[in-house]
C-alpha cells in the first residue's frame, strides 16, 4: 500500500519547522482548508500569526516551486496585491523532516462579491497588470495548460487509479482521445499567446478587504496558459465576463478570439479534476473529502458528461 503522502507531518514537526526558520512559535496551529498541499495558520510570539505551506511531495520539482516564488515576488515588486513567500536567509523554499514548505505573512479577508460588476472590472484591471508582468518571461519547469497535461496525462492517471469500473475503460479512453485531438485544433485555430498565469482563479483565490479590495492567493497551479485562462472562472456569466473584460482592456489588450476557449478550458478542468481526485485517493483526505468519486455511479456519469461535451466540441 502507498504510504499516505502526509503520515509523518505531526503538529510537532510544523512547529518544529517554523522554529527552524528562526521564528519563536507560541504553540497555536490552526489547521487551513487545502487539499493538495498542507497548510497551517501558526502563532508567533508576541507577533502576527504565520502561514505555514507544506508542498505535496513529487508533485512539483523544486524549480517548479521556485519559478512560482520568482514570479510571486515580480507580482509584488510591480505594486500588485500578490500574497509572496517570505526569505528565511535568502531562500523562499525551505525544507525540514522531510517535507519542503514555504512560510507567508498572514492575510486576512472575505471572498469576492463577485455579482457586483464594479468589483470585477476591479479584478479585470488588476488581472492585466498580472498578465503584463507574466508576459515578461516565461516558465521552464511548470508546463501549460494544454490538451497534453489537462486530458491526455489526467486520463492516463484515471486509467491507473483503479477507480474507474473495467467496463468503462473503453469508452473512456475514446472519449479523452478525441476531446484531446478537438482541443488540440482549437487551440491551434485560436493561437493564443502564452504567457505566465495564475491557473487556477477563483473567487476562493480572491481575498477582498473593504480597505484594499482584492488580492491574489496560492499560485500553487500557476503555469504557461492563454490569458482567458485567469478570467472564465472568476465570470458566472456573460455579464460578469463583460465586467471583467472592461476592467481587462484599460491595461491590456485582450483578443476575443480567446473567449472560443472558454468551453475547451472548463472541459480541461473537469477532466484534470476527476484526475487529480484519482491519483490523490491514497491520501486519506481524498476518499473522506470526495466519497462521490469512489462509486461507479459518479464515474458512469462522468463518462457520460465526456460524451455530451464532445458533441459540444465538434
Known sequence: MTPAPYDALTPDLVLDAVEAAGYATDGRLLALPSYENRVYQVGVDGGVPLVAKFYRPARWSDAAILEEHAFAFELVAAELPVVAPLCVDGASLLAHGGYRYSLYPRRGGRAPELESSENLAWMGRLLARIHGVGARSRFHARGSIDADAFVRDAARAVLASGLLPDRLHATYRERADAIAARIDALFAAVAPPRLRVHGDCHGGNVLWTEASGPHFVDLDDARMGPAVQDLWMLAA??????????????????DAGELALVEPLRLMRQLHWAAWVAARWHDPAFPRGFPQVGEARWWEQHVSDLGEALEGLS
Open 237 to 254: 456569466g456573460e455579464r460578469a465576463l463583460d465586467a471583467l473584460l472592461e476592467g481587462y482592456a484599460e491595461f491590456r489588450d485582450f
